[in-house]
Structures are given as C-alpha cells and as structure tokens.
C-alpha cells in the first residue's frame, strides 16, 4: 500500500534558471543525455515552472520534479503523518545525478525526536566520521551504506531503503525487527552533499538536488495483532494525495487503532505485541468481570447503571 502525505522541504526554492537533462534514447540506441535550461520560476507554486516539493508525489506526472536552489546544501525533505504505520520500502528517484551523501530519519513521537535510520554516501568516512560502515549485527547499530559509482554522471538515479534489509544478520526475529525497525509517524531525507556533475565547455557549473518522485509504501502499524487495515471511511476524490487508513481491524481482544492495548475487560495479562509463536491473545479477566447492565432496587425504584461507552473517531490528516 503506498503511503503519501504531503511532504514539506525545510529549505525553500528562489526565482533563477536550472540546466535540466533531457533523455534522448528515443532517437538511438544508446541512452544518451544532453543539457536542457529551462527557468525555475516558485513564486506561482501551481505554475508548471515551479518544480516545488509537490511534484514528487506519485499522482504529480512524468514530466514533473522537484529541485533545489542551485549550489545550496544540505536541503531536508520532510513527510508527516501524525499516525503511526508500518514502512516496507522507500524509494527516492533522483531526476538527474543523485546526492554524493544523505541520511534518512525516523520519528516515533511526530517529530518531536528523530532517530537515524541508515546513512548514505559515495565516501562513508568522510561524509559521516564516526559511523559504522559494516553491516549492523544487533538492532542498536546504524551503519552506512556505500553507493555505488556513477555509471553516467547524468543517468537518472534510484535509492531504495527497506528498514529490515540492513538488519539480515541481526539475531533477531522478523516479529521484533518490524516492531523495533518499522515502525514510524513521518519521514526525514537530508541531502548533505551534492553530487559530481561534469562541467561543460561553454557552461556555468549548475549543481542542485532534483527528485521526480518519493515512494513511501507500507501498511498499518498493528503489532502483530490485525492482518489487515479498516477500509477508508471517505475519498477525497479532489485530492492528489493517497491516504492509507491507520486503524487497525484488531483481533486476539486488543483495542486501539494501532492495537496497542488490550480490550476493556481483557486485562488479565499485560499487553504484549505478538511473535512468531505467540499471539500474546489478551485473557479475559474474571475476577473483575462486569456486565453491561446492572440493575439495583432500592425503596422500590429501580437504577439502570450503564457502563460508559466510547466512540473512537479517526480523523485522517492529509
């Protein structure tokens, strides 16, 4: 399921002129490119020349992008969703080379703390001193992942990020990875460096960050306890963004729409997210059991006590 919300850039655009690539493997066999300059122009953020951070929603068209201001870096990009799901996959395609360096981040508390989730760069060591660059071997470890050389400094470049993959080697069950590893209330992607563009006889060095898309895929958050997401209560059919549904169609008595607590009345065990070979199903207290309904006489007049009920409603944020 594709997750998208609205992603915001924390460092704004200005009017100037971009040099842009142009595919030409149409017209051979080869996958050629040549330079193409075009005015960026964001003041009119609907305008076609704006090539602001909304064009990097799935639903924006082929022919649009987002891109920075020339020679400016780091740019972060950031994508809130204010309810908490489940990442499978990630994946940024760069229009044109893509950074020599970035870092991905997540955040459990909706951007109120940020944690690293992997490291990126041509050159590990310089680009991020300090940080592991060999496979992480426990789920404490963050490490950087070495990208590969350019093969054609102006092919258009791919990055994809699952945030179990790094942690193949980790001796850990795939249950306690997605729930230490997966879960996350919005996204954070720093491009730190540049990439390398060879400069052309004749023309001024343009460097700047350019994304056609950013597709954040997942599910979500249950904790083991749903295996499916309630269906939307509405579409908004104007809209350009796809929303996924963060409540959960709990089963095994845990309530919450991410499932994280146990139903009323299931409270005789203390709530667990579930394993492999344990649902972790929450029990039913009897001790304390109670009916909906009790009925109490007193001077020949009876009370009706109702338990108090709770309606949950979910409101999406686009």
């Known amino acids: 399921m594709l997750l998208s919300s609205l992603p915001r850039p924390l460092a704004h655009q200005r009017f100037g002129y971009c040099s842009s690539l142009i595919s030409l493997r149409g017209r051979s066999s080869l996958n050629t490119w040549r330079m193409k300059c075009c005015p960026c122009d964001s003041r009119n953020p609907n305008g076609q020349l704006a090539h602001t951070v909304q064009e990097i929603l799935t639903t924006s068209g082929p022919d649009r992008w987002w891109q920075s201001s020339k020679g400016v870096n780091p740019v972060t990009l950031q994508l809130d969703l204010n309810n908490l799901f489940q990442l499978d996959n990630l994946v940024l395609s760069f229009k044109g080379p893509r950074p020599s360096s970035l870092v991905i981040e997540r955040t459990l508390d909706n951007g109120q703390t940020w944690q690293p989730a992997l490291y990126l760069a041509k050159n590990c060591e310089e680009a991020f001193p300090g940080v592991q660059t060999t496979t992480p071997l426990s789920l404490e470890q963050v490490y950087c992942h070495t990208l590969h050389p350019y093969e054609n400094p102006y092919q258009e470049e791919t990055i994809e990020f699952s945030p179990l993959r790094q942690y193949t080697f980790a001796p850990a069950s795939n249950s306690q990875k997605i729930e230490d590893k997966s879960g996350f209330t919005g996204l954070r992607i720093t491009l730190t460096e540049l990439g390398d563009v060879p400069h052309l006889p004749g023309r001024s060095?343009?460097?700047?960050?350019?994304?056609?898309?950013?597709?954040?895929?997942?599910?979500?958050?249950?904790?083991?306890?749903?295996?499916?997401?309630?269906?939307?209560?509405?579409?908004?059919?104007?809209?350009?963004?796809?929303?996924?549904?963060?409540?959960?169609?709990?089963?095994?008595?845990?309530?919450?729409?991410?499932?994280?607590?146990?139903?009323?009345?299931?409270?005789?065990?203390?709530?667990?997210?579930?394993?492999?070979?344990?649902?972790?199903?929450?029990?039913?207290?009897?001790?304390?059991?109670?009916?909906?309904?009790?009925?109490?006489?007193?001077?020949?007049?009876?009370?009706?006590?109702?338990t108090s009920v709770r309606v949950v409603t979910n409101k999406l944020h686009s």
Request: glycine letters at 2%.
């Open 205 to 306: 060095l343009s460097k700047f960050f350019a994304l056609k898309e950013m597709r954040v895929m997942g599910t979500c958050m249950c904790h083991g306890h749903a295996d499916r997401c309630l269906p939307e209560e509405y579409s908004n059919l104007n809209s350009n963004i796809i929303q996924v549904n963060p409540v959960c169609d709990c089963k095994h008595n845990t309530a919450g729409i991410n499932c994280e607590r146990c139903a009323d009345f299931y409270n005789d065990l203390p709530w667990r997210s579930a394993e492999e070979e344990n649902t972790h199903t929450c029990k039913r207290n009897v001790t304390s059991m109670s009916l909906n309904i009790y009925t109490i006489s007193q001077n020949n007049f009876t009370k009706f006590l109702f």
